[in-house]
């Protein structure tokens, strides 16, 4: 097992396969899950000749349960940091939910070493409305959200995992996710408060690498408007639609899935 300090001496677990073959992809998981959540789409991965890194947030997962800072910037800085120990050149950065939301600022912050950013399903630019922007939820959900999380976790957590995807994928993948959501301790739920926090417009309008967006037409979750409207933002930047998926189309359409983004890589050279 892997682990980066980042934080004194708490840790960040990940995992890394393939190492120096291919081009370097990073996935980062929605908030309170873990690495595992992609293990449906890294065989494919794999056998596409990328390398693969990979890593639990701060209080998710195998990493350190009680750090004092679990901000989308920081996690988005320990992207960056894991990706410099590493020494990945031209990594592409996938990010599901939240993690649409570290993932690009975890490329602006990686700047060259950044060869391309999708967002899968991402929570970005923002997740909440605001200021110009009519779309996703509002603070006060997010606010009840942690309110009904502190009220009835294991409870709060199971709907939440079978509300994901809007095809049956049947009860043990609901199980699966709710077993991973339960590895993340309660102070991972400052992630999500400050997701309901952040404005990454200017960050996503400021990212010149290509990028591509694939959402679900039927998420629960994050409005996919809120996908529509990133895709037009990136200065190189396209939609992809999954009109069969909710939340997680890596598990709904796999095949689409796996697909769209080898080909999204091919255009990378």
């Given amino acids: 097992m892997a682990y980066l300090a980042v934080e004194g001496d708490r840790q960040v677990y990940y995992e890394r396969y393939n190492a120096g073959h291919g081009r370097p992809i990073m996935l980062v998981h929605g908030w309170g899950m873990s690495v595992r959540v992609w293990d449906?789409?890294?065989p494919a991965l794999l056998a596409?000749?990328?390398e693969?890194?990979?890593f639990d947030h701060r209080?998710?997962?195998s990493s350190d349960k009680d750090f004092d800072d679990v901000s989308i910037d920081v996690l988005a800085g320990d992207a960056v940091r894991l990706a410099t120990h590493l020494d990945l050149q031209g990594v592409v950065v996938n990010g599901w939910s939240l993690g649409g939301a570290v993932a690009v600022a975890a490329a602006a912050g990686l700047g060259p070493r950044a060869a391309g950013v999708v967002s899968t399903c991402g929570a970005t630019p923002r997740y909440v409305q605001g200021d110009g922007w009519e779309?996703?939820?509002?603070?006060?959900v997010v606010e009840q959200?942690?309110?009904a999380l502190r009220a009835g976790r294991p409870?709060?957590?199971h709907a939440l995992a079978e509300g994901v995807c809007h095809v049956d994928v049947g009860a043990p993948a609901v199980e699966w996710m709710w077993r991973i959501f339960m590895q993340a301790s309660p102070k991972a739920d400052e992630s999500l408060l400050d997701l309901g926090r952040i404005d990454q417009r200017d960050v996503v309008r400021s990212l010149q690498i290509p990028a591509m967006v694939m959402r679900g037409d039927h998420d629960a979750i994050v409005d996919p408007e809120i996908g529509a409207q990133c895709a037009r933002m990136f200065p190189n930047g396209r939609l992809v639609a999954f009109t069969e998926s909710g939340h997680a189309p890596f598990l709904e359409e796999q095949e689409k899935y796996c697909a769209e983004f080898f080909g999204f890589l091919k255009t990378l050279g």
């Fill in 40 to 42: 449906s789409v890294l």
């Fill in 48 to 50: 596409n000749g990328n």
């Fill in 52 to 54: 693969i890194v990979s």
């Fill in 59 to 61: 209080c998710c997962g």
């Fill in 135 to 140: 779309h996703g939820g509002t603070t006060e």
């Fill in 145 to 147: 959200t942690i309110a």
């Fill in 155 to 157: 409870g709060f957590l």
